[in-house]
């Protein structure tokens, strides 16, 4: 099982950007997708998951109007479209996976995406 990541990127300050999580050896339709954020020096941050049903949650409203989490599960795909950042959202990102819906554990994890946002 692989989950694949692209979109690294260096980008300024209001700018945009997508994340790709590609799985191979699942079929994602079965799993919540999920993304991190990990910013120097920080442990991991939930930042938001899509589930199965195509609900999705996010860790507060600020996230919520600039990130979008959404999937493609006949490409096997989960994407994090990002907008407006700011430098503050300088990280590396990660997408994860879980068979369960209570966010509490992830079965497979991406590799990371260095993301940079320049003032």
């Known amino acids: 099982v692989q989950l694949v990541q692209s979109g690294r990127g260096l980008v300024q300050d209001g700018d945009s950007l997508r994340l790709s999580c590609v799985a191979s050896?699942?079929?994602?339709?079965?799993?919540?997708a999920a993304w991190f954020r990990q910013a120097p020096g920080q442990n991991h941050e939930f930042i938001t998951a899509?589930?199965?049903?195509?609900?999705?949650?996010y860790r507060d409203d600020s996230l919520r109007g600039r990130f979008v989490v959404s999937r493609d599960d006949a490409k096997n795909t989960a994407y994090l479209q990002m907008n407006n950042l700011k430098p503050e959202d300088t990280g590396v990102y990660y997408c994860a996976v879980s068979a369960d819906d209570d966010l509490g554990a992830y079965d497979y994890w991406g590799q990371g995406t260095q993301v940079t946002v320049s003032s």
């Open positions: 899509i589930f199965t049903g195509g609900r999705r949650t």
């Open positions: 050896g699942i079929a994602l339709a079965r799993y919540t």
